[in-house]
């Protein structure tokens, strides 16, 4: 993988990663002063810690009096809050929200440096897209990682998440505004190359062996627990698949672009109005350079019941190839098709691959059980087997 944090050795010769902090002014703020780290949990923040961080930003703000911290989500891998302020000074010149999300306690230590990478790539995408405007994402207030976890303050505009009680199917228009977003996010990166994207993002050639290892550990995980929650077709899918892994990396995409890389429905935040629905976009751990199709595929795939993908996906990549072409790259209907067949792979990989990291709750976790059996469904419905194996023999 690509290696973007920096490492430190103390007086035994046991490599720790160094405390990273964002923006650059925060490190340069604290290069000579006492560090500010990492919490554990949202339970561990005080007054004094959001005081000292607001103050990098807000160098005159009065201090925090207190706070309120209420849950908005939380996945495997994160938890995400919305934290509201007061200070002691009514005229404070702070936010009165922010957004803090805290990486959860790992299953095993194999996973620390894959965390503490994935951390670093997400606080530097939301820089990189901060600079300027390409898709609609919270902006970066502070972040920092050490021994101690991964923290992220972001602004709060009063987005929230999607119902989690109700079905992703009844959300036609939320799933629109995902796309949209994404579309604008691709179109405005697609001339960049694996030569011109800058180091932190990911290169799929460049994990093949990397990924290919960790999906036949996810099989395997699987292979414990899979009856009663996979069709036997579906578990001989992803059995076949493993030898194809590697090869599905190293296949040369003819169109790449900046992607999310773990498109889904609750790695976004919503405004609805009376008559639109904006999306927010964050989580973005895997932000790398792809097809743009690796991204509407995982959204689809993933978030779709069988009958609602069938009946809107086609409506829906043709809505996303419209916004994307207004950046003045051409994106054929059969060209995205092929790309979307090819890319079905991809959310695929992603959840087996989880797997393998959740390999000790996997009988509990009926949400990742789900979205497998969507990849499994919508790769069978467009034959991507056959598409690989046809280009497998252009790889070798």
Request: net charge negative.
């Given at each position: 993988?690509?290696?973007?944090?920096?490492?430190?050795?103390?007086?035994?010769?046991?490599?720790?990663?160094?405390?990273?902090?964002?923006?650059?002014?925060a490190e340069a703020a604290?290069?000579?002063?006492?560090?500010?780290?990492?919490?554990?949990?949202?339970?561990?923040?005080?007054?004094?810690?959001?005081?000292?961080?607001?103050?990098?930003?807000?160098?005159?703000?009065?201090?925090?009096?207190?706070?309120?911290?209420?849950?908005?989500?939380?996945?495997?891998?994160?938890?995400?809050?919305?934290?509201?302020?007061?200070?002691?000074?009514?005229?404070?010149?702070?936010?009165?929200?922010?957004?803090?999300?805290?990486?959860?306690?790992?299953?095993?230590?194999?996973?620390?440096?894959?965390?503490?990478?994935?951390?670093?790539?997400?606080?530097?995408?939301?820089?990189?897209?901060?600079?300027?405007?390409?898709?609609?994402?919270?902006?970066?207030?502070?972040?920092?990682?050490?021994?101690?976890?991964?923290?992220?303050?972001?602004?709060?505009?009063?987005?929230?998440?999607?119902?989690?009680?109700?079905?992703?199917?009844?959300?036609?228009?939320?799933?629109?505004?995902?796309?949209?977003?994404?579309?604008?996010?691709?179109?405005?990166?697609?001339?960049?190359?694996?030569?011109?994207?800058?180091?932190?993002?990911?290169?799929?050639?460049?994990?093949?062996?990397?990924?290919?290892?960790?999906?036949?550990?996810?099989?395997?995980?699987?292979?414990?627990?899979?009856?009663?929650?996979?069709?036997?077709?579906?578990?001989?899918?992803?059995?076949?698949?493993?030898?194809?892994?590697?090869?599905?990396?190293?296949?040369?995409?003819?169109?790449?672009?900046?992607?999310?890389?773990?498109?889904?429905?609750?790695?976004?935040?919503?405004?609805?109005?009376?008559?639109?629905?904006?999306?927010?976009?964050?989580?973005?751990?895997?932000?790398?350079?792809?097809?743009?199709?690796?991204?509407?595929a995982s959204l689809l795939?993933?978030?779709?019941?069988?009958?609602?993908?069938?009946?809107?996906?086609?409506?829906?990549?043709?809505?996303?190839?419209?916004?994307?072409?207004?950046?003045?790259?051409?994106?054929?209907?059969?060209?995205?098709?092929?790309?979307?067949?090819?890319?079905?792979?991809?959310?695929?990989?992603?959840?087996?691959?989880?797997?393998?990291?959740?390999?000790?709750?996997?009988?509990?976790?009926?949400?990742?059980?789900?979205?497998?059996?969507?990849?499994?469904?919508?790769?069978?419905?467009?034959?991507?087997?056959?598409?690989?194996?046809?280009?497998?023999?252009?790889?070798?």
């Amino acid at each position: 993988m690509n290696q973007i944090a920096v490492r430190t050795s103390d007086s035994k010769g046991v490599q720790h990663e160094r405390a990273r902090y964002f923006p650059a002014t925060a490190e340069a703020a604290l290069r000579d002063g006492d560090a500010v780290h990492a919490l554990a949990t949202p339970q561990n923040i005080t007054e004094e810690w959001l005081t000292r961080i607001l103050r990098l930003s807000y160098p005159d703000v009065a201090a925090v009096a207190s706070f309120s911290c209420e849950p908005v989500c939380a996945n495997d891998f994160d938890v995400l809050v919305r934290l509201s302020l007061q200070y002691h000074d009514a005229d404070a010149g702070g936010p009165v929200s922010l957004l803090g999300k805290f990486t959860r306690p790992l299953p095993s230590p194999r996973w620390r440096d894959f965390v503490f990478q994935g951390f670093i790539r997400e606080a530097t995408t939301y820089q990189e897209l901060n600079q300027h405007y390409a898709c609609r994402v919270p902006a970066l207030r502070f972040a920092v990682a050490d021994e101690f976890g991964c923290n992220l303050l972001l602004e709060d505009r009063g987005f929230a998440v999607l119902d989690t009680d109700e079905s992703p199917d009844c959300h036609l228009a939320e799933h629109e505004a995902v796309l949209q977003e994404l579309a604008q996010l691709h179109g405005c990166f697609v001339r960049t190359s694996p030569a011109s994207a800058p180091d932190w993002q990911l290169r799929q050639r460049d994990n093949a062996r990397f990924i290919a290892h960790y999906y036949r550990q996810g099989v395997e995980a699987l292979r414990k627990v899979y009856p009663g929650w996979l069709a036997t077709g579906y578990f001989c899918l992803l059995e076949k698949f493993a030898d194809y892994v590697a090869d599905w990396h190293r296949f040369e995409r003819h169109i790449l672009t900046l992607t999310h890389g773990d498109a889904r429905i609750e790695n976004v935040l919503f405004e609805r109005g009376a008559t639109n629905c904006r999306a927010s976009l964050t989580s973005w751990k895997l932000a790398g350079l792809r097809n743009p199709m690796y991204d509407v595929a995982s959204l689809l795939s993933n978030d779709l019941s069988y009958v609602a993908r069938n009946n809107s996906e086609a409506k829906l990549i043709q809505r996303y190839c419209r916004i994307f072409e207004q950046s003045g790259t051409q994106y054929p209907l059969r060209e995205a098709y092929q790309d979307y067949r090819f890319n079905l792979f991809g959310p695929l990989i992603f959840n087996i691959c989880a797997a393998s990291f959740l390999q000790d709750s996997l009988a509990e976790n009926g949400d990742l059980m789900k979205r497998i059996r969507r990849n499994c469904m919508a790769i069978i419905d467009w034959d991507s087997m056959a598409l690989m194996e046809k280009r497998k023999n252009v790889i070798t």
